[in-house]
């Protein structure tokens, strides 16, 4: 197993995320409540990548399906808490409950499809 291709896109996603929350600013997309819409739906999507490459990272270490979701769901949920910890620091940006929660539905979310995809190789329609 070459573990700089199954671990590598994770650490590179992870750095991604980390630069993202380093910024002071944030472009605004829209007006009012649609901003705040709009930064829940980022977290959802940034997660949820997270969540998907971390997941065949696991798997790829031989980790069955359900070792493998809950390993994931808990080291993203984790690093998103260190994200927003590490968001104190940055000026003009401040920690959220909120974002953790949009950050850990994105994780769901691609646990969720990596289930369905799962069921739909079991049934034989892959």
């Known amino acids: 197993m070459n573990r700089v291709r199954t671990w590598g896109p994770v650490l590179a996603w992870m750095g991604v995320i980390f630069y993202l929350s380093s910024q002071s600013s944030v472009p605004v997309h829209a007006p009012g ?11 959802v999507l940034v997660y949820a990548v997270l969540g998907w490459l971390t997941f065949r990272a696991w798997r790829a270490e031989g ?27 940055v ?18 979310v691609a646990l969720f499809v990596h289930y369905r995809k799962q069921k739909r190789m079991w049934q034989g329609e892959w």
Do not use: I, K, M
């Open 91 to 108: 000026p003009n940006r401040t920690p959220s409950v909120l974002d953790l929660l949009a950050d850990a539905l994105g994780v769901g």
């Open 33 to 43: 409540w649609l901003d705040a819409v709009d930064d829940y739906v980022a977290h």
């Open 63 to 89: 980790l069955t399906f359900q070792q493998a979701a809950w390993a994931t769901f808990l080291l993203c949920v984790a690093y998103g808490v260190s994200d927003e910890w590490h968001q104190s620091f």
